[in-house]
């Protein structure tokens, strides 16, 4: 059973402030990993995706991937309210297994 | 920007009843999904269909699920007969084909059953 876990929230972080969300997966041969940002109600929409090792930026966005540790995050620089949301670590391009995901608070 | 759809946003229906949830891809994609996410739970693999056949399903897509490809643009899931435990958000999604490529999301069907 392939697993995806995701770091206990809800996080709270003051506005401009760095949000650091975290992700191990089991599935050793896994190649494609995302993040994606889901509001209540709405369907996930992806932030980032990675597939090798190191570090990928994107504006305030950057994701790392260790698949020695089987280890993903996302980090959200200058965070700001509007980046309050649950945030699902993904795994697998398609038939994705998805984790509980992290709910972030930005308080103003 | 090309976009998935899906039809009806809101469906309720009684408990037996088959209801048929329709979503629209992306039109250069070749591989289709369905997810479903329980209220307040995870996001939820049900099936993925490529070449007009099922390519992967999970334990949850059982007899009483079924999707098909009907005219080349639609992408449908039927439950036969909805049970109580149904309810939850169905998500379709996308993705062109390569290896790499992102899975797109519709913006999901909430199914209600009574």
């Known amino acids: 059973q392939k697993e995806v876990e995701q770091n206990s929230g809800p996080l709270s972080v003051p506005e401009g402030a760095i949000a650091s969300l975290n992700c191990t997966y089991s599935?050793?041969?896994?190649?494609?990993f995302f993040w994606y940002r889901q509001y209540s109600g709405k369907s996930p929409e992806l932030i980032m995706s990675?597939?090798?090792?190191g570090d990928k930026e994107d504006g305030r966005f950057t994701a790392q991937l260790n698949k020695a540790s089987q280890y993903v995050s996302l980090l959200i620089r200058d965070s700001q309210p509007s980046d309050s949301a649950t945030y699902l670590c993904?795994?697998?391009?398609?038939?994705?297994?998805f984790g509980d995901g992290t709910t972030l608070t930005v308080k103003p | 920007e090309p976009e998935v759809t899906q039809t009806p946003s809101h469906q309720v229906t009684q408990m037996g009843q088959e209801v048929i949830l329709r979503c629209v891809p992306i039109?250069?994609?070749?591989?289709f999904y369905w997810y479903r996410q329980i209220l307040g739970q995870k996001v939820e693999f049900l099936v993925s269909?490529?070449?007009?056949?099922?390519?992967?399903k999970s334990e949850i897509f059982d007899d009483q699920f079924s999707v098909e490809r009907p005219d080349g643009s639609n992408f449908t899931l039927k439950i036969r007969s909805t049970k109580l435990e149904d309810s939850a958000m169905y998500f379709c999604?996308?993705?062109?084909?390569?290896?790499?490529?992102?899975?797109?999301f519709g913006p999901g069907t909430r199914l209600t059953v009574l």
């Open positions: 999604a996308s993705r062109q084909g390569a290896v790499a490529d992102t899975q797109y």
């Open positions: 599935d050793r041969g896994s190649q494609s």
């Open positions: 990675i597939y090798s090792n």
């Open positions: 993904a795994v697998g391009a398609g038939k994705s297994t």
């Open positions: 039109s250069n994609h070749l591989y």
């Open positions: 269909f490529y070449n007009n056949e099922i390519s992967e």
